[in-house]
């Protein structure tokens, strides 16, 4: 127990004097996290959007208004023609033409039925997509209400509720994903990488040597990674609960606990990565392709599982985040117990016995 | 001779993977206090024989005690009472100098109180008093080699191997290391160490000579010179390994 634990220190002077450890270990995370929350956002906010107005009645006055008061939009240009719109676009001082129909109000009354345009800039298809979205649903909204005073029949309302991401805040989207991601590099590629050195120094030979047990050296060299990683975690939550206001509805233990798991598993991936090479850079190499792409793009972070072709889904599957991310959603957004993460803790159990196993078997005992 | 001590003791021991034979029925002794040379190309089968005699791997069959302590069944007592060094004289560049001795003197189990006077002890011999507390990086190539061996005997073991430990060093520092060499051995700790430059080999109170996985020789190099008619030990090599003996 005594050697052990001088091992254990000797491994945090390691991380303590290399400072690229120390920042993917302490700076990294921070940034990513203000990255993904501030930078890469779905939401839209003051976008400029240009006004061509043919009627120019009440009615036409009062959906800009509402559109501007909603925050989302900017009149950035009010247009008199159709042929300034092209230009408008083409400099891009609008994302967005609002075009109201000559006598707006008039044949709302007379009619029931007018026609708004909608011209959007198709160049981000995104934010398009967004903008025709929010304003299509604000000009809706204000229909709905005027119908109801109005009592005419037979009028179908929608009525939708975004459901634990009232606000569709990008937030909830990437704070599960981020933590996912940090957590499969600092344990997986620091640590695979932090083995690898041994070997190729050849400290590794005299550690095998001594009386130190392999399993005691392998322990050793992952410990300081995991209790660090921890440590992230919980940085992660009070980031994202303090500065982007997330809540965790859920149990704040079975969180925890989950990412203990999830730590260690990414840790037995580390450890599988470098009993299968003996060069460091091999070893980042494979922690970046193998892990980092597959855990943004392969796991549900960014983009839907379901929507994915089957093969690339399967694959999906395969990889230990797509999990994660389902448990911490499940437990902080959704508020769910046990009961509702248990088929993917028991998914990470399992691959946690498959990736040491596999290690063990791999494991070279032998110097070279 | 052989009234002395034997501290290893290896008998009909084979190492096998698959269909072939990496140790071919060796057997031999090393006795206390002794400078062991374990020679023969790349390939011969030493690394494989001394992994074995460090209780990393096990034999196919055959017998051999390191210390007194069976390769199959006492690994960790062999362990204990080993000393190890490889050709990278691999330290921790990223700690100083008196951390290395305290990381390496702690994985032996030894005590805090002990290893503070060793490290004194060592820092002193080597005059190396003014750098303890400098990064082994910073340390000149022939130093580190020195720091090596010294930590590789700094828990007193009986017997130390040496995997090729003067490999890309220059002449100086070699001459050096074997002044090291000998004083250990003086003190009586045995040394086993495997290098493939022959004139080193001049300096090993026996050597035994390895071509394909079998001892082709093992004597005193002066004796190994009159069996073969060689003026040098380069010379009983190359006429091992050409197998003129045979």
Not at chain 2, 98 to 123: C, H, P, S, V
Not at chain 2, 174 to 180: K, L, M, Y
């Amino acid at each position: 127990m005594k050697h052990f634990l001088g091992f254990v220190i000797k491994e945090f002077y390691h991380i303590f004097r290399d400072k690229r450890t120390l920042a993917i270990l302490f700076i990294m995370p921070v940034v990513q996290m203000l990255l993904f929350g501030y930078v890469v956002t779905n939401e839209i906010k003051d976008a400029k959007i240009g006004i061509l107005d043919h009627s120019q009645d009440v009615v036409t006055k009062k959906i800009t208004d509402k559109l501007v008061s909603s925050g989302y939009f900017v009149v950035t240009k009010v247009l008199t023609s159709e042929d300034q719109i092209g230009a408008c676009f083409r400099n891009a001082s609008v994302k967005e033409v609002v075009v109201f129909e000559p006598d707006f109000a008039v044949k709302l009354q007379r009619d029931n039925k007018a026609a708004v345009h909608l011209i959007a800039d198709a160049s981000d298809a995104n934010s398009a997509n967004l903008i025709v979205s929010y304003t299509s649903a604000i000009i809706n909204d204000y229909v709905q209400k005027e119908n109801a005073q109005a009592a005419i029949p037979m009028q179908i309302g929608i009525e939708s509720r975004m459901l634990y991401n009232e606000e569709l805040k990008g937030v909830y989207m990437f704070v599960p994903g981020t933590m996912t991601l940090i957590l499969v590099l600092i344990c997986a590629l620091l640590t695979s990488v932090s083995i690898v050195r041994e070997k190729e120094l050849g400290t590794m030979e005299i550690l095998l040597a001594s009386p130190l047990r392999p399993l005691q050296i392998i322990i050793g060299k992952v410990m300081p990674y995991a209790v660090l990683s921890f440590v992230n975690v919980i940085t992660i939550l009070l980031l994202s609960n303090f500065v982007f206001g997330l809540p965790i509805q859920g149990s704040i233990v079975l969180l925890l606990l989950e990412s203990m798991l999830f730590i260690l598993l990414s840790l037995s991936v580390g450890i599988f990565i470098s009993t299968s090479t003996s060069s460091q850079q091999t070893a980042m190499l494979m922690s970046m392709m193998g892990l980092m792409l597959p855990t943004i793009i392969l796991s549900g972070f960014i983009y839907p599982v379901e929507n994915m072709p089957l093969v690339l889904q399967w694959l999906c599957h395969v990889n230990p985040s797509t999990y994660f991310i389902i448990i911490i959603k499940n437990i902080m957004l959704k508020g769910l117990g046990f009961m509702g993460v248990w088929k993917e803790t028991l998914v990470l159990c399992g691959m946690i016995v498959f990736f040491i196993t596999m290690s063990v078997r791999k494991f070279k005992i032998r110097l070279e | 001779m052989s009234t002395r001590e034997k501290i290893i003791t290896v008998s009909n021991l084979y190492k096998k993977f698959g269909s072939f034979t990496a140790n071919d029925d060796l057997t031999f002794d090393v006795y206390k206090g002794e400078i062991f040379g374990f020679l023969g190309a790349n390939g011969a089968g030493k690394t494989t024989a001394i992994k074995i005699l460090c209780g990393l791997s096990k034999p196919t069959s055959g017998k051999a005690t390191i210390a007194g302590f069976d390769v199959y069944t006492q690994t960790e007592a062999i362990k204990n009472s080993i000393g190890y060094m490889s050709q990278k004289f691999s330290l921790y560049e990223d700690l100083t100098v008196a951390e290395n001795i305290r990381f390496f003197g702690g994985i032996y189990g030894m005590t805090r109180k002990d290893i503070k006077i060793k490290t004194q002890l060592l820092l002193d011999k080597l005059g190396l008093q003014d750098s303890a507390k400098k990064l082994i990086k910073d340390l000149p190539l022939g130093w580190r080699q020195k720091l090596a061996f010294s930590i590789a005997i700094v828990h007193d073991p009986k017997i130390v191997f040496l995997d090729e430990p003067t490999g890309g060093v220059d002449p100086i520092t070699r001459r050096q290391f074997w002044n090291q060499i000998y004083e250990a051995a003086s003190e009586g700790v045995t040394v086993f160490v495997t290098t493939h430059y022959m004139d080193e080999a001049e300096y090993c109170d026996r050597v035994s000579i390895m071509v394909d996985g079998r001892i082709a020789a093992l004597d005193t190099p002066q004796k190994l010179k009159e069996t073969f008619g060689a003026d040098s030990m380069n010379d009983v090599f190359i006429k091992l390994a050409r197998g003129d003996n045979k």
